[in-house]
């Protein structure tokens, strides 16, 4: 045995990032060898059948053996208390108990150290785990798990039931009485330790046997890790059914973030040179392919990341990360995210003792984490100590010199193209000033009144007060106020549950075709729907009378949008034009093709409040200022009288062609998020007119919907949430970003999209994010849960889009639905859709809280009344 070695490091390796300290070479041992370890101890077998347990503070001083098996010893953990520390060993003869206190004393007296025989076993055993309170322990031999009671020494419960031998098992801290257990039948089992029966049983995980287990109870997840580098997670939330959140193939993890790592090299790093890469000439030429997962561990991204990397971010609440040891180096996988926070390679430091491991045990604490390796091709075994602060640090990218926010923090500059919007707004006079100057003008009074001849006309009112509003009516306080502005007096309740129940499903389109997209008004009173057979609908929000129709693309209409006051309609179909209406009217007001673009529109808003026109065309995001004359001329009835200006064009990094984009029209904001073919998203300033940062390889495919927190006038949320922003990819789940960081905070996969679009919507109260999927579902996340908690149906094929509602109205108001959820579908039409008069593509309403509270029905407002609503 040797003391500490004294580290060398590669060029650039960080001596402050690994601390290397030797505590065994040249072992008569055979790999893979069971390790444990527990700061400070260190436990691995001996040479004639014995247990060496050593301190990682003073290997040289602190030397303990412990001699009781007959056999080798092929299993070994660390109690969990402390109090008194104990260290269970097994061999194929049996299973052994020591307290190290005791055993101490015995070693410092002379005598050899012996601990308590807790059961003969019958097969080698694998795996040994302390329950949490050290009052048991589960021991997996064979293809059954053996649960000992440690006080009675006795066996609790025998749970027998894998295909194939059992390799790891842990107990969960909340039920201690539930032991759940991998094996090389490549599936999981939970089981009741009382009861000694099964509570589940997993499918086929994997297509390599199931090497390492780690249960995590703030994230409820637990992740089970194979022979070729797999780890699969699943969801221990109740209700759940331990259904599979997602699956990591950790080979193509770390080839990932290896390509998006651009950050400071290490100290000393030579100049000119590239970080390692995974698949760099001599790294997997000498090394196996996969990446066997031999351990797991627990460890806390708060302490690691720090509270300036966005942690500070409602969706990184619980966010918790996992050490995984493997045969060539030591990852850090964030467990909300689902993407690796760290990378450390064996091979970039040059003078480790072991460069490629035949077994590991690793552990975390604080901001520590420790690797106690066994050479695959030696008997050396060396603990390897890692600064995780440090090593995070040398591998992030950096942080952005101005911070991005989506609330502005200084006013528009002058030399900015969104100052023409405040410039023009400044200059326009409200009309209502406009009306009172006009009134107060002194008009030509007739010098001859004669009162009593009628038909003068001097008896009658002047006839511009003809038009003014009644002020003076008989008991207008003690009227009830109008239902126009009912909801604005309405707070969004956060206390609400999601929508759970079918409310109301409608067949919406005229003939075969499927509606594309749906987007429900500011107010929250009428509801667009967007059709593959060139029409739009504008409905009630309850889906109830006849919606308006609005007519005149010549393609699927693929992208609509409100004006933030209500009164314009914009939408975007497959024939390239861009089409402006007025809601009132349901008349294009204004017409865009290729006179004025030169490619196909793809994605379109308002913007700035109303006060541009934001659309991609191509590559090439453009801001257009828009003016809209309602003026008739009979004569000239088919000339356009409203138009638009260009204002500021951006282009696309690399000249992508434009996907989705999205921007926030409900409050002043300069940022515009787009994403382009290359699978980039990229957030432009237009206050400063450039491009402000570029998010490479956001997804495996290319994004096609980007999705703001965009709240709701009816709700608050805290400032900060607004820069949470969602992408979704075909193929690829849904990924929650933070704009202060750039960063991936949080992965939401479960809902099937493998072969088309779905949309998705974040709630009024930022708590919920709802997608549609392939499976004829509509599936619910909490912001908080990588998983969802909620699956709608109703829908008969693809959910295509989502919508919520801006607001929940209390008893006292009209009814309206939580979110809509609208599918693809061809439904064939009944009685009950005459009004449609159609059938193909549907539409479904879940309300919030239950029927009751959404009975009675709002009565039909008087065809004046809904106009002036309009």
Request: glycine share 8%.
């Amino acid at each position: 045995m040797e003391g500490p070695r004294a580290p060398s490091w590669r060029p650039g390796g960080g001596g402050d990032i690994v601390t290397e300290k030797h505590l065994a070479e040249s072992w008569p041992c055979a790999s893979p060898v069971p390790l444990a370890f527990r700061a400070p101890l260190c436990a691995f077998p001996a040479r004639s059948h014995g247990l060496c347990v050593r301190s990682s503070e003073d290997p040289a001083g602190q030397l303990l053996i412990l001699r009781g098996h007959r056999d080798p010893v092929t299993a070994v953990a660390f109690g969990n208390t402390g109090s008194p520390l104990l260290v269970c060993s097994a061999s194929q003869d049996c299973v052994t108990m020591w307290r190290l206190d005791e055993c101490r004393e015995q070693a410092l007296r002379g005598v050899d150290p012996h601990g308590v025989v807790l059961s003969a076993l019958p097969g080698k055993a694998r795996c040994v785990r302390y329950r949490p309170d050290d009052r048991a322990a589960a021991v997996c031999t064979g293809n059954q798990v053996l649960v000992l009671d440690v006080e009675a020494r006795s066996v609790l419960a025998q749970l027998q039931g894998h295909q194939g031998p059992v390799t790891a098992a842990e107990f969960c801290a909340r039920q201690p009485h539930v032991v759940i257990s991998v094996s090389e039948d490549r599936c999981f089992r939970v089981w009741d330790c009382r009861a000694g029966s099964l509570v589940y049983s997993s499918p086929v995980l994997t297509a390599a046997p199931l090497l390492s287990l780690s249960v995590d109870e703030e994230s409820q997840l637990l992740v089970a890790g194979s022979a070729e580098g797999q780890l699969c997670a699943c969801s221990l939330v109740e209700g759940h059914r331990y259904r599979c959140v997602t699956r990591v193939d950790l080979r193509k993890k770390v080839e990932s973030f290896r390509a998006r790592t651009v950050g400071p090299r290490p100290c000393g790093w030579p100049e000119g040179s590239e970080l390692p890469s995974a698949n760099a000439p001599g790294r997997g030429d000498e090394v196996e392919a996969t990446l066997p997962v031999l351990g797991l561990a627990r460890c806390d991204l708060a302490r690691v990341r720090g509270p300036d990397r966005g942690l500070n971010s409602p969706s990184a609440g619980n966010a918790r990360c996992l050490w995984i040891g493997s045969s060539t180096g030591s990852f850090m996988l964030n467990l909300a995210s689902f993407e690796l926070e760290a990378v450390l390679h064996y091979q970039d430091f040059r003078n480790l003792s072991i460069q490629v491991a035949g077994s590991c045990a690793v552990m975390s604490g604080g901001d520590k984490a420790f690797c106690l390796l066994a050479s695959m091709f030696g008997g050396e075994i060396v603990l390897l100590e890692v600064d995780l602060a440090a090593l995070v640090r040398s591998q992030q990218r950096p942080l952005l010199g101005t911070p991005l926010s989506v609330l502005p923090s200084s006013c528009v500059s002058p030399t900015s193209p969104l100052y023409l919007g405040v410039a023009a707004e400044k200059r326009t006079e409200p009309a209502s000033h406009k009306r009172a100057a006009a009134r107060s003008i002194v008009r030509d009074q007739p010098l001859v009144f004669h009162s009593s001849v009628r038909s003068s006309g001097y008896a009658a009112a002047p006839h511009a007060a003809a038009f003014l509003p009644k002020t003076a009516i008989k008991g207008v306080r003690e009227r009830p106020l109008g239902r126009r502005n009912a909801h604005q007096r309405e707070e969004y309740p956060l206390e609400k549950s999601v929508p759970t129940t079918l409310r109301r499903r409608l067949t919406v389109p005229q003939g075969p075709a499927a509606v594309c997209c749906v987007q429900f008004s500011g107010d929250g009173r009428r509801l667009a729907c967007g059709l593959a057979n060139r029409l739009l609908l504008v409905f009630d929000a309850d889906l109830t009378g006849t919606p308006a129709v609005f007519s005149g693309h010549n393609g699927a209409v693929s992208t609509l949008g409100w004006s933030h006051n209500g009164r314009w309609l914009l939408s975007a179909s497959q024939d390239g034009m861009l089409r402006l209406w007025s809601a009132r009217s349901r008349e294009a007001v204004l017409c865009l093709g290729k006179d004025v673009l030169a490619r196909p529109v793809q994605a379109a808003q308002f913007y700035y409040l109303d006060a541009f026109l934001l659309l991609s065309s191509g590559p090439e995001l453009l801001l257009l200022k828009y003016h809209v004359d309602t003026r008739k001329d009979e004569m000239k009835r088919y000339k356009q009288r409203s138009g638009c200006s260009p204002v500021f064009r951006l282009p696309m990094a690399g000249a992508a062609e434009v996907t989705c984009l999205s921007a926030v029209n409900e409050f002043y904001s300069y940022l515009v998020l787009a994403a382009g073919r290359n699978r980039a998203v990229e957030v432009f300033d237009l206050n400063a007119g450039r491009s402000a940062a570029v998010v490479a390889g956001a997804h495996a495919r290319p994004v096609h919907q980007i999705c703001q927190n965009k709240g709701s006038s009816f709700a608050t949320q805290q400032p900060e949430v607004y820069n949470l922003f969602a992408t979704t990819a075909i193929g690829d789940g849904v990924r929650l970003w933070d704009l202060r960081t750039l960063r991936c905070e949080r992965r939401f996969e479960g809902h099937p999209s493998r072969g088309y679009p779905c949309g998705m919507a974040f709630s009024p109260c930022g708590r919920f994010l709802a997608s549609g999927a392939e499976d004829r579902h509509a599936y619910v996340y909490e912001m908080g849960s990588s998983t969802f908690s909620h699956r709608l149906s109703g829908h008969t094929d693809t959910v295509t889009t989502v919508a919520f509602h801006p607001s929940v109205p209390q008893e006292r108001s009209p009814p309206a639905p939580h979110s809509v959820f609208v599918s693809r579908t061809a439904l064939l039409g009944t009685a009950a859709h005459a009004a449609i008069a159609g059938a193909s593509g549907d539409c479904a309403l879940y309300p919030l809280g239950p029927k009751s509270a959404l009975e009675p029905r709002e009565p039909r407002l008087p065809r004046r009344q809904a106009a002036e609503v309009i």
